[in-house]
């Protein structure tokens, strides 16, 4: 069969799978709307339990420990609704994922974490140089287990085709293991290149591990496609992180929004830049498709090599008592000079703090001159809103970047619906005017920055697992607020005077920022 032939077939699959998972989820909820309905309407004692059960959820929601704009929006959805609302939250309420997962991932990195303890940046270098941004790593070393490196190498990218050069050439290099974990993976160019060279190197005995994101690759892949690359080669293996299924799962909401390449150990990449072909510019549904991320050469790669250990022996070779150790960069007697400090770290739906919320709120809060980011989604919790207009508000240079063309236009108009409070407080918007960016980053004051996965919405915030690369005092963070100073230019500034040009407020708006929390 050709390749053509053979792209065909795939996307017939990909169609019928789409559509017979809709169609089975729509036919789910609306048995449940009607049951619930029968019920209500057959005993006047069935309607009152269950209005009585939304009362008591109300009460619930009001003490619990969560985010309030979340916690608005289920309120006002059961008061609406009283008898369906109370089920309804406790169908989708909870952000967390299923039991099971959250099992089988904790019982992994209980496993693994306690070795990286041995890594990391020996002394105080940073706490003497920069209390502040210490105290920043020591929080998210504390929370998720990933320490400070200062024996590492960062490069900035500041378009995929750039950073695609480079992975290519990475993985024609590799000698021992390749670790691949992406949202995204869609047949193509970029795609068909990279799988050739993994199946080069798997000739030559190299390990190939993959992950992808089934829900994130629903309309890319067929069903089951991991069984089509683990027949390529023996030495290639595959997990699709939580397989969708056409049955109502709150668990779905949680995807592996995370994009790792590791090389050897010693190599990695990070960034928002998935394995599809509008992400290196080789289509363009879009415009031009603007994306950032990094490479990684040293110590600091041992976080990345950890986070994709931990996922795949949570959910596939389970029972192998492998050694994160031994995939380390000394083990292959590599020594990298230091340029300034690396910390990758990554952030999960199964813990009840927002680590990468946290991180950005303290990038505004301690900066002095600037903060500059990239962002192609701008749904805002009250908690950020407010850290970016005080921002502003104490003088700080605060610039943020959108989409001038969107992927997603009610998620745009959402972003745009965003604007106007930002605006008076002095933030600072720009629109992309050649295309869509992708990019997700952070840089402030010369000195901090952050190139990652997380977005700034609450699916990125909240629900998916993410990861990010925090960078300090290396040439990367110059290199990325050079980028950013070139986009401005590039891009068209919205501003409170010119903001109807583009943008005009409804009612339908006010309801789209409501029920944010829920999409």
Known sequence: MSSSELKIKFRRLIV????????????????????????????????AALQVLSLLIVLYIICKDDNPSYKIVWIILIMVLP???????????NK?????????????????????????????????????????????????????????QAKYYPVGELMFKDMLAEIRKAEHFIFLEY???????????????LVDRAEHGVEIRIIYDDMGCVALLPPKYFKVLEKIHPN???????????VLSLVMNNRDHRKIL???????????????????????????????????????????????????????DTEVKADIVKYAPEVYGEKYLSDGYIQPFYDTPLDTEPLSENVYIEILSRAEKYVYIYTPYLILDDIMKNALCLAAKRGVDVRLVTPGIPDKKIIFRMTRANYTPLLKAGVRIFEYTPGFIHAKSFVSDDKIGVVGTINLDYRSLFLHFECGTLMYGNKAVSDLKKDCLETFEKSREITLQNIKQYYR??????????IAPLL
Request: aromatic share 14%; with cysteine; glycine share 8%.
């Open 262 to 316: 590791v090389i050897d150990g010693h190599t990695g990449f990070n960034g928002g830049i998935n394995i599809s072909d509008e992400y290196i510019n080789e289509t363009a549904p879009f415009g031009h498709w603007k994306d950032t991320g990094v490479m990684l050469r040293g110590d600091a790669v041992m976080n990345l090599t950890e986070m994709f250990l931990e996922l795949w022996h949570s959910f596939k």
């Open 83 to 93: 008898i369906f609302g109370g089920l309804l939250y406790l169908f989708a309420g």
């Open 16 to 47: 019928n799978r789409i559509f017979i998972t809709a169609v089975f989820l729509i036919l789910q909820i609306a048995w449940f709307a009607l049951c619930v309905a029968k019920l209500s309407a057959f005993s006047g004692w069935i309607s």
């Open 236 to 246: 290639i293996k595959c997990l699709a992180f939580n397989p969708v299924v056409p």
């Open 183 to 197: 949202f995204i993976i869609g047949i193509g160019k970029m795609w068909d290149e990279m799988l050739e060279a």
């Open 96 to 152: 967390k994922p299923s039991k099971h997962m959250h099992r089988r991932i904790q019982a992994t990195k209980e496993k693994y974490l306690p070795m990286l303890k041995s890594f990391g940046e020996k002394g105080k270098t940073l706490e003497d140089t920069d209390p502040r941004a210490y105290a920043v790593c020591r929080y998210i070393n504390s929370l998720s287990g990933y320490p400070v490196y200062a024996n590492t």
């Open 505 to 514: 407020g409804t009612m339908f708006d006010a309801l789209l920022r409501l």
